[in-house]
């Protein structure tokens, strides 16, 4: 792993590392229903993510294989290669290539229609730690028509800065409820709530907030962040899914999020899957994000260590975004591979737009004055390409 | 505190409906083909789906409920 010369900036990387495991135990856990023990599988993945001067691409490998009726383990290697000139980055230092990689274990155990799960995972990068643990109960009940889950997670981060030697600690406990009910012979719905409770060292040690600043010769100067040392957030989310009168189907979801620093989000998506014969599925869709600012955000504070806590990381500030997405998946099932019950290659491609209402390019603006910068927007191209084999 | 409210009357309503002893499966197991069909899982892309959501967290302030699982038939 190398690094040039940077001391601000990596806000996509630092909020990926603090929430990253999380997800990725919430997310692979919740992909198992309960009744039966998740299908023997290779599921692998090439990721990339283009936009904002940032590049960031890697492998994803699940490989998962039962032991037994009761069994069934799992294992994931993930890998982030990121290459960085993001706005952050070049207001206040250079462009730097960074890797992270993650791995993980972990067990599911089913006892009728109860399943267990448990998983590790870590996480190592040059100047951050993480380590997570996941535990998770899901039962069907009411003629199979509703699942219940409940998740416990707790994580450990280490997290450094390049140059000095100690590092600061930030802990995170997560707790889930999450429920799936069949509501007619077409239509699905779900509710997952979830409360995460964060402990420590929140904040990026490199991102800096800029104040004004009359004797600077652009007219402001920057300083440290200082974020407060914990936080609280609640989100919940509801969605529909319904089978079309032809074989087609339409979701919809909505997700209200609320945290302790004064942040409130709103997320709407609608996806359409569209089967073409046996083997090709086409899919469509499209999401929009919106959210307001932390109660220590700004983008120009009005002179040094104006107040306690402050920030200036455009993830805190009052934005939008929305994404749309397109994707297409080839399928062969059982008998034509040897060996493999099912092959699924998926490419799924999005368009991602952000806007922000608070957050100032400072590089584009460079001769604007001070305050009159033009607000910050970028896009991105995400690109995931997949193939799945169960055998 | 909307968040806890809504949460509140959500559950309150769960706890409610566990009241109605009549209350029976509606969804006959022959009954759940189309619940079957792949279509209708709500996680049908892996680590795919997962990946999709690091990118939103990395980017957005939000966090968890991201869900992404279950649908089927609840004919195991």
Known sequence: MVVINFREGMPFFKVFFTLLITVNLMAQSFNIQAGTLPVDTVDSLYHRYEGGGMTIDGPFILVRKSVGNQFSLSGHYYVDSVSSASVDVLATASAYTEERTEVSAGVDYLNEKTLMSFKYTNSEENDFTANSAFFSVSQDFFGDLTNLSLGYARGWDDVGELGKSETEDADRQIYQLGMTQVLTKNSLFGFNVETITDEGFLRNPYRQVRYLDTTASRGYSYQSENYPETRTSTAIAMRALYYLPYRASIKGEYRYFSDSWGIDAHTYELLYVHPIGAKWTLEGRYRYYSQTEADFYQDLFPFLDAQEFKARDKELSTYTDSTLGAGVSYELGQGVIPYIDRFKFTLLVDYLKFEYDNFRDVVAGENSPVGSEPLYEFDAWVTRASVTLEY | ?76
Do not use: F
């Not at chain 2, 990118?55 to 991201?66: D, I, L, M, S, T």
């Open chain 2, 1 to 76: 505190m909307k968040a806890y409210l809504l949460l509140t009357i959500l559950l309150a309503s769960l706890v409610g409906m566990s009241g109605c002893a009549d209350l029976k499966p509606w969804v006959k197991p022959y009954e759940r083909s189309n619940l079957a069909d792949p279509i209708m899982s709500l996680g049908r892309h892996g680590v795919a789906g997962s990946y999709v959501h690091h990118v939103y967290q990395a980017r957005e302030g939000a966090r968890g409920a991201e869900g992404g699982a279950g649908g089927g038939c609840g004919c195991n």
